[in-house]
């Protein structure tokens, strides 16, 4: 499958609107788009997935390792992919969009915001190719998308100021229906706040599918074999009735929302997947085991406290039912969930710790946990990575026990990661299936 990396000169450029304009502009030309995401994004890939109808995957060296992330690129259907970048092209610590594409050995566009310049927007993308050289990454800085650019004179002075080595792939027009609005943890996920369909039109037709495609490279994968560790395709619902196996409840609504397309895929190869929505009403249906999904916990915790999921998810962990909570389900784990506005709600009291919302991120960054001792996702002594981004903070009672403590990243408390209780675990961190983290969990699922 051929494909792009769509990168940005830094944060705020408009990726993710160039991306989806870039979608929309392939399947009006009769393409079919698989997408994707570099980075550990939960919300761009969900802006991603409604517009092309079919799940965004995601490409992280750093929680996958490189032969994962080739392997999720080739997973799904589709004839082109195009991979939104994180950042600035060149930034992050412990992954870049560049390391991405570098791993892929995939040409990168670049998205240069146009709104306030022409011939020095080809001045930035020049840069932004001639510094390739002097990094440990070979990489291919091939094309620009301009962003918030008007047509006439604006369009083409920029175009007539680019080289030769570096193609025009058009513009995205400076709408203000092409803005994504955005809070606490980033832009609002797609389900809430999509773009205007007229609107995506428009922008997808300033783009240059041609010039796109003539751009597009054929990747580097790894052969596909038993070894891959994930199945393809959205597996959302299970194959199959009267199925024996294991059942894993998996919280999905408004509160919960952050799970990478690989990771339900992952549990529903071993076990029954069966959604229910915590926020909505919906009590734990009868099941061996319970995901809760990072999310917006606080912004449902009154919801979440009003119905009868966590206290069923509460008897089931007393009971030895395994439980995983990933950042907001952490959260609900917790005695108390204390909002932006200071009310205090009981959650499922599993975990001896209260969880209040900042008004500032607590931390952001990829994360690296050694186990302490056998836990729900790792045996003692094993390492984990994963990725943490979290505006809430936890007071923990001074006999908890933690399960990891944290070579990189932040941690619960500091130096410390990983609530544990009866077989329920509680954590800050994201991690992808790659990391095996979901296998030890499927093991103590089906005993």
Known sequence: MRGLVLAGTASGVGKTVATLATIRAFENAGRTVRPAKAGPDFIDPSHHARVAGRPSRTLDPWLQGNDGLRRNYARGDGDVCVVEGMMGLYDGSAASTAEVAAALDLPVVL???????????????????????????????????????HGGRHESGIREALPNSLVYCGRIPPREDLEIPDRHLGLQMG?????????????????????????????????????????????????????????????DDAAFRFVYPATRERLAERATVVPFAPAAGDDLPPCDGVYLPGGYPELHAAALADGPALASVADAAAEGTPVLGECGGLMALAETLTTADGDSHEMAGVLPASVERRERYQALD???????????????????????????????????????????????DGDREGLTEHRTLGTYCHVHPESGAFDAFLDEVTG
């Open 111 to 149: 998205v240069v915001d146009a709104s306030a310049g022409m011939e020095s927007v080809a001045a930035t993308a020049l840069g932004f190719a001639t510094y390739a050289d002097r990094t440990d990454h070979d990489l291919d800085v091939a094309g620009v998308v301009a962003q918030r650019a």
């Open 191 to 251: 389900e809430e706040a999509p773009l205007d369909s007229a609107a995506l039109d428009a922008a997808a037709e300033t783009l240059r599918t041609d010039r796109l495609l003539d751009v597009a490279g054929e990747p580097t994968l790894p052969a596909t074999g038993p070894e891959a560790r994930l199945a393809g395709g959205d597996s959302r619902a299970n194959p199959g009735d009267g199925d024996d196996r294991p059942r894993v409840a998996v919280a």
């Open 366 to 412: 990829h994360v690296e946990l050694r186990a302490r001792r056998g836990a729900l996702t790792a045996a003692a002594g094993d390492r984990l990575r994963g990725h943490e981004f979290h505006y809430s903070a936890a007071e923990v009672a001074p006999d908890a026990r933690f399960a990891f403590d944290v070579e990189r990243g932040t941690g619960i």
